[in-house]
């Protein structure tokens, strides 16, 4: 193990100044409407890529000739209007277990009636690398009015419960006010426990709005419209989420239990309608809003905070990217500050939806291809702290000091982090040693 991260020490880098670019992540793959990336953690490099129509693929990364195979095939039960539609195959999620128990669950859409469906299923007994599908097992179902406004997303957080974001239902400016009533699941994020074997699901005892005799008590945070993709940055815990604007605004919110977002009184920091009067009071604003339709972009994709090794300048902040024009951009944030932008790119690629690899490096989905993001960035060693191109003793002191409380810049952070298990603590402190000492 400690020559494994000698070996990372002298392989890993940080750039003083960067241009970012993207690559074909596997050239050789083509994939039909991709919508989505996840790695199961579960050792095993392997990576799950989501089609609309209702195929989940799995590529191995570990394979000589990247290839990639069916996993699972829904396509018998996952319903969609033809053409363009913000329906289908929309989300997967590993339980936090999924190593031992084979259990993962899907949200697609169904119709008769149109809803939005939350399954569970468990891979082939003789082979992983098959979902069985006829394990499948409903855990919720939620009718939707209209076509689009799905949400889509799933995932299990660190407290080990199931997070499922619900669009507003539909149409244009929420019509039928889901958006603000607690009596529907639409237009929130819910929050379940689906470890009780007697039930499909249970509710978290400490879920905000478990005691309010006028809200379902699945409702975790509520108020939004269509959000599009979220994500926890394991370093702070922080749930982040990119909800989809309606004419004006589209914005990214930290999603903390029992706020109202707004919608559809408010579009980002702005009332709704535009021009209108609106009472803001009980409303939590966005983390960060950005005008649509100028020049060019139409509509959010949320990302990831980035927790990778390949990109030390993005270390920390916030990616994501937007649908029509594939800027990407990087939001930095810091709490009792104001976040600052940065653009990165302009892709020109159709981005759908990111995802991490099992090194949490950074992935997209983009027209039939999934793509890496990187960078020219000029070279140092991971664990060199003051940039001498050395690791010695004033590297170990900084460490000590950091380990006391001294604040670290964001370089400082990276490079102290020599486990990457975002903190920095005594056992950097013992494998930036033994560099020294094998040296």
Same mark, same amino acid.
């Given at each position: 193990?400690?020559?494994?991260?000698?070996?990372?020490?002298?392989?890993?880098?940080?750039?003083?100044?960067?241009?970012?670019?993207?690559?074909?992540?596997?050239?050789?793959?083509?994939?039909?409407?991709?919508?989505?990336?996840?790695?199961?953690?579960?050792?095993?490099?392997?990576?799950?890529?989501?089609?609309?129509?209702?195929?989940?693929?799995?590529?191995?990364?570990?394979?000589?000739?990247?290839?990639?195979?069916?996993?699972?095939?829904?396509?018998?039960?996952?319903?969609?209007?033809?053409?363009?539609?913000?329906?289908?195959?929309?989300?997967?999620?590993?339980?936090?277990?999924?190593?031992?128990?084979?259990?993962?669950?899907?949200?697609?859409? =169904?119709?008769?009636?149109?809803?939005?469906?939350?399954?569970?299923?468990?891979?082939?007994?003789?082979?992983?690398?098959?979902?069985?599908?006829?394990?499948?097992?409903?855990?919720?179902?939620?009718?939707?009015?209209?076509?689009?406004?799905?949400?889509?997303?799933?995932?299990?957080?660190?407290?080990?419960?199931?997070?499922?974001?619900?669009?507003?239902?539909?149409?244009?400016?929420?019509?039928?006010?889901?958006?603000?009533?607690?009596?529907?699941?639409?237009?929130?994020?819910?929050?379940?426990?689906?470890?009780?074997?007697?039930?499909?699901?249970?509710? @978290?005892? =400490?879920?905000?709005?478990?005691?309010?005799?006028?809200? #379902?008590?699945?409702?975790?945070?509520?108020? #939004?419209?269509?959000?599009?993709?979220?994500?926890?940055?394991?370093?702070?815990?922080?749930?982040?989420?990119?909800?989809?604007?309606?004419?004006?605004?589209?914005?990214?919110?930290?999603?903390?239990?029992?706020?109202?977002?707004?919608?559809?009184?408010?579009?980002?920091?702005?009332?709704?309608?535009?021009?209108?009067?609106?009472?803001?009071?009980?409303?939590? @604003?966005?983390?960060?809003?950005?005008?649509?339709?100028?020049?060019?972009?139409?509509?959010?994709?949320?990302?990831?905070?980035?927790?990778?090794?390949?990109?030390?300048?993005?270390?920390?902040?916030?990616?994501?990217?937007?649908?029509?024009?594939?800027?990407?951009?990087?939001?930095?944030?810091?709490?009792?500050?104001?976040?600052?932008?940065?653009?990165?790119?302009?892709?020109?690629?159709?981005?759908?939806?990111?995802?991490? =690899?099992?090194?949490?490096?950074?992935?997209?989905?983009?027209?039939?291809?999934?793509?890496? #993001?990187?960078?020219?960035?000029?070279?140092?060693?991971?664990?060199?702290?003051?940039?001498?191109?050395?690791?010695?003793?004033?590297?170990?002191?900084?460490?000590?000091?950091?380990?006391?409380?001294?604040?670290?810049?964001?370089?400082?952070?990276?490079?102290? =982090?020599?486990?990457?298990?975002?903190?920095?603590?005594?056992?950097?402190?013992?494998?930036?040693?033994?560099?020294?000492?094998?040296?």
């Amino acid at each position: 193990m400690k020559n494994y991260f000698i070996t990372l020490f002298l392989n890993i880098s940080i750039g003083l100044s960067q241009n970012y670019y993207v690559e074909n992540a596997f050239p050789n793959l083509n994939f039909t409407d991709p919508v989505g990336i996840y790695h199961p953690n579960d050792e095993s490099n392997r990576l799950f890529i989501l089609e609309q129509q209702g195929i989940i693929k799995l590529v191995n990364t570990n394979s000589n000739e990247l290839t990639s195979n069916i996993f699972l095939d829904l396509t018998p039960i996952v319903n969609q209007d033809p053409g363009y539609t913000e329906e289908g195959l929309l989300g997967l999620a590993f339980h936090p277990n999924f190593k031992e128990n084979g259990y993962f669950y899907v949200n697609y859409t =169904d119709y008769n009636p149109k809803r939005n469906v939350i399954e569970r299923y468990t891979i082939n007994l003789e082979d992983p690398n098959i979902g069985d599908p006829q394990s499948g097992l409903i855990i919720i179902e939620v009718e939707q009015p209209y076509t689009n406004h799905n949400g889509g997303q799933i995932g299990f957080g660190p407290d080990g419960y199931l997070y499922i974001s619900f669009g507003d239902g539909g149409s244009a400016g929420d019509p039928l006010e889901h958006g603000q009533n607690l009596q529907t699941l639409l237009g929130s994020i819910i929050r379940i426990d689906v470890d009780d074997q007697n039930y499909n699901y249970r509710i @978290p005892s =400490d879920n905000p709005f478990i005691s309010n005799p006028n809200a #379902l008590n699945e409702i975790y945070a509520y108020g #939004l419209r269509n959000m599009w993709r979220f994500s926890w940055d394991n370093a702070t815990q922080l749930l982040w989420g990119a909800d989809v604007g309606q004419y004006g605004w589209e914005e990214i919110n930290i999603i903390k239990p029992g706020l109202n977002y707004g919608w559809n009184q408010m579009e980002g920091n702005h009332c709704y309608p535009e021009m209108s009067a609106c009472n803001t009071e009980g409303l939590e @604003p966005p983390l960060y809003e950005y005008a649509l339709y100028v020049n060019g972009v139409c509509s959010i994709t949320g990302g990831y905070v980035y927790r990778g090794n390949l990109l030390p300048s993005l270390y920390g902040k916030y990616i994501y990217g937007d649908w029509c024009t594939g800027d990407i951009w990087s939001l930095s944030y810091t709490v009792n500050e104001e976040p600052s932008n940065e653009k990165l790119i302009s892709s020109n690629l159709n981005i759908t939806s990111f995802g991490i =690899d099992y090194n949490n490096e950074i992935l997209f989905t983009a027209n039939s291809n999934i793509y890496r #993001l990187l960078s020219d960035e000029q070279l140092f060693q991971l664990g060199d702290i003051n940039q001498d191109e050395q690791i010695n003793i004033q590297d170990i002191v900084l460490i000590i000091n950091f380990i006391l409380g001294n604040q670290s810049s964001q370089f400082e952070f990276w490079s102290s =982090d020599l486990n990457k298990d975002n903190i920095i603590d005594i056992l950097d402190l013992v494998l930036i040693i033994n560099s020294v000492l094998d040296n």
